[in-house]
């Protein structure tokens, strides 16, 4: 019986295997947010699912970024992250938006690209095992306003106690290579420890 059966058996998983569509969604590490961290999940902005995947990989850093391109008030910021996801895809040739979490000047945070796939950058460091957190603005000329720096702090502090993140690792993208990201706006928050000490407080709550 298990003669007749096993070629049969054999050639039905040859067969799946071969036509089953790359099939990514189930893959997706899925976070739950505490109540009292409200983020924008994916289903609900409209992103895209993914066309195809990376290797997946560990969180071991949180690295804080800008987007690098001012941004005007009042913008819809379900848009913006909707062209930035075509843009990525279609013209950066990545698998999503390069980064993991992008917050809106409102404070507002919305999930981009599942976190347990690397970024991207144009830039020339390796950013597999970071956690990206990108401000939505450009922060060498704006002032980061106390609505996103609390959502920097929040949402930093959920990562570092999600993946045992220490606090030296969070850093700014200029720490790892020539670039003006994520502005010094923001960096000085990164330099000065203000966004390193508060985390802190939240994990020893
Ligand atoms: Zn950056």
Redesign the pocket.
């Given at each position: 019986m298990y003669k007749r059966l096993c070629p049969f058996l054999f050639s039905l998983i040859i067969f799946c295997s071969c036509t089953a569509p790359i099939k990514t969604d189930s893959d997706i590490l899925e976070l739950n947010y505490p109540a009292t961290l409200p983020v924008i999940r994916r289903a609900d902005w409209g992103w895209q699912p993914l066309k195809r995947t990376l290797p997946t990989h560990a969180i071991s850093k949180i690295?804080?970024?800008?987007g690098?391109v001012d941004y005007p008030p009042g913008k819809d910021p379900v848009k913006y992250l909707r062209e930035l996801q075509q843009w990525s895809r279609t013209e950066k040739k990545w698998i999503d938006i390069p980064y993991h979490f992008m917050i809106a000047p409102s404070g507002a945070i919305y999930e981009a690209r599942p976190i347990n796939y690397p970024g991207a950058?144009n830039?020339d460091y390796d950013p597999t095992g970071h956690a990206?957190i990108?401000l939505i603005g450009n922060y060498e000329n704006a002032t980061v306003n106390q609505e996103q720096l609390q959502a920097i702090i929040e949402m930093t502090a959920f990562l570092a106690m999600q993946f045992y993140v220490p606090l030296y690792a969070i850093k700014?993208?200029?720490d790892y290579t020539e670039?003006l990201?994520?502005g010094k706006n923001l960096y000085q928050y990164i330099e000065n420890g203000t966004i390193q000490s508060r985390v802190q407080e939240r994990l020893i709550k």
């Open positions: 690295t804080l970024h800008h690098g950058t830039t990206l990108c700014g993208h200029k670039t990201c994520p």
